[in-house]
């Protein structure tokens, strides 16, 4: 009797490959999704778009939703799914740029400051202690208070404060990593620090990181509607989804869906994000 007639059915059928798995969870399916609809609409709005987002038309003021206008009016007549459709352009441009540097300038100094210990390493706990110390979005406020409103400033204050998170998450990788025999070989071999770092480290602690950054995508569009909401991110004419709940916030009693249908793309593209971020974990951790 041969060894493969040894085996059972399960052992002897091929395993499947991560992405394989990936693939058959609806939660994931469901994220990409939402995301792919997304970057869709942001990359072209005028393929989907009705009408001209700033075409004004005092004949059609705070229309209710209708098969003309499926998302209604605004107060000055503009089309509101337009205008909606329209935002997608600059509120997944927040997901990106708004997180994308934080994670790359936080990634360096983690990796570095895990290497290296000593006196680095105790800056940087100080800096961290300092930065937790206070929340998030008001440190973002008083920043882009400081610099004036507007999305560059915007991302710049996101920028100074998220690198913190991203740091300390890598730092605790990277120190992980080390405890293992690749990384001591690594250094036996005569290998450069940057070598150890970037090439072997870095590949391997980076996991975390990236499940980390689609969540905090999902939260950099919720903070980047927040301070539109607050006049703090992008600025009127501009259709962005947190304006447009401030546009439609004095008129919330007759002409609710002002700021329901933004608010809806909020939920949607903060869950696609939230979900690709949950299946992520679960394809890039490490199997037993």
Do not use: C
């Not at 939703?65 to 089309?79: E, I, K, Q, V, Y």
């Not at 025999?181 to 940057?194: N, W």
């Amino acid at each position: 009797m041969t060894d493969a007639t040894l085996l059972s059915p399960e052992a002897t059928r091929p395993q499947k490959s991560r992405w394989q798995i990936a693939l058959r969870k609806p939660g994931f399916m469901i994220g990409v999704a939402i995301i792919a609809v997304s970057a869709l609409l942001a990359i072209a709005p005028g393929l989907f778009a009705p009408y001209d987002p700033n075409f004004i038309d005092y004949n059609a003021v705070r229309q209710p939703p209708s098969w003309a206008h499926p998302f209604g009016t605004d107060m000055l007549g503009r089309d509101s799914l337009s205008r909606v459709i329209s935002a997608y352009s600059v509120n997944m441009q927040m997901a990106v740029l708004a997180t994308v540097f934080a994670m790359l300038i936080g990634v360096t100094i983690g990796a570095l400051v895990g290497y290296y210990r000593g006196i680095a390493d105790m800056i940087f706990g100080r800096v961290v202690d300092a930065v937790i110390t206070f929340p998030f979005l008001v440190l973002v406020i008083a920043v882009v208070a400081v610099l004036g409103p507007g999305l560059i400033n915007m991302y710049i204050a996101i920028t100074v404060v998220g690198w913190v998170y991203y740091a300390r998450l890598m730092r605790a990788e990277v120190i992980t990593q080390m405890g293992n025999d690749y990384a001591s070989a690594g250094v036996v071999m005569g290998y450069s620090d940057r070598r150890v770092i970037f090439r072997h480290l870095l590949p391997n602690a980076i996991t975390p990181v990236i499940v980390y950054w689609m969540t905090d995508m999902s939260l950099a569009i919720l903070l980047g509607s927040s301070l539109g909401y607050l006049g703090l991110g992008a600025q009127p004419p501009q259709a962005e989804w947190g304006v447009l709940i401030a546009e439609g916030r004095n008129f919330i009693t007759t002409a609710w869906w002002l700021s329901l249908m933004p608010g809806i793309a909020i939920v949607l593209t903060g869950i696609g994000f939230s979900l690709i971020g949950d299946g992520l974990a679960d394809l890039l951790r490490p199997r037993g």
